[in-house]
T-cell receptor, first 114, second 115 residues
């Protein structure tokens, strides 16, 4: 069975600092991986996705993630945090390919300090 | 930890029939739940926000008469797809905000196939 583990339910960084949100997955088949962001009182928004093309995926708002098969990881990074990045971030893996069901991690709340 | 249970995980129905999907918060009260739909190769789309004891708030373009949402208790929200058609076949997922403010919890999702 596929699963997603997000390390750290809460991450706090200073404005301008590196953002690193960790995601590890478990999958018996080549995975499709996603990062979603949820701003307060809003629905989910897709940040980026990995679908077996380039291992370094660039998303919106300056975020990117690197797929590392050897580490079964798909960590999300941003070189310089902005106050507007404060939100909840969810990593997800698709079971059964691109049209499979999504299995989400529990989420990581990112706080950005001025 | 808090769990949101969604049922059924998969359902196949005939065109023209109605299907009800349940979303339950198992160990916490959820005054607000969200219903999402995922189209193939696309991200989740927020369909509506379900509010306990009041009418749901639908996103633009979502037919409220087709996708009936009921949030009659603090632990249960239901989505009923009425007069289903093949184009309604999709993956539906619900989520509930953690009242403690630590995040959101998602149901397992429901794969609906209308034949």
């Amino acid at each position: 069975a596929q699963s997603v583990t997000q390390l750290g339910s809460h991450v706090s960084v200073s404005e301008g600092a590196l953002v690193l949100l960790r995601c590890n997955y478990s999958s018996s088949v080549p995975p499709y991986l996603f990062w979603y962001v949820q701003y307060p009182n809003q629905g989910l928004q897709l940040l980026l996705k990995y679908t077996s093309a380039a291992t370094l995926v660039k998303g919106i708002n300056g975020f990117e993630a690197e797929f590392k098969k050897s580490e079964t990881s798909f960590h999300l990074t941003k070189p310089s945090a902005h106050m507007s990045d404060a939100a909840e971030y969810f990593c997800a893996v698709s079971e059964g390919g691109s049209q499979g069901n999504l299995i989400f991690g529990k989420g990581t709340k990112l706080s950005v300090k001025p | 930890g808090a769990v949101v249970s969604q049922h059924p995980s998969r359902v196949i129905c005939k065109s023209g029939t109605s299907v009800k999907i349940e979303c339950r918060s198992l160990d916490f009260q959820a005054t607000t739940m969200f219903w999402y739909r995922q189209f193939p190769k696309q991200s989740l789309m927020l369909m509506a926000t379900s509010n306990e004891g009041s009418k749901a708030t639908y996103e633009q373009g979502v037919e409220k008469d087709k996708f009936l949402i009921n949030h009659a208790s603090l632990t249960l929200s239901t989505l009923t797809v009425t007069s289903a058609h093949p184009e309604d076949s999709s993956f539906y997922i619900c989520s509930a905000r953690d009242p403690g403010g630590l995040g959101a919890f998602f149901g397992q999702g429901t794969r609906l196939t209308v034949v």
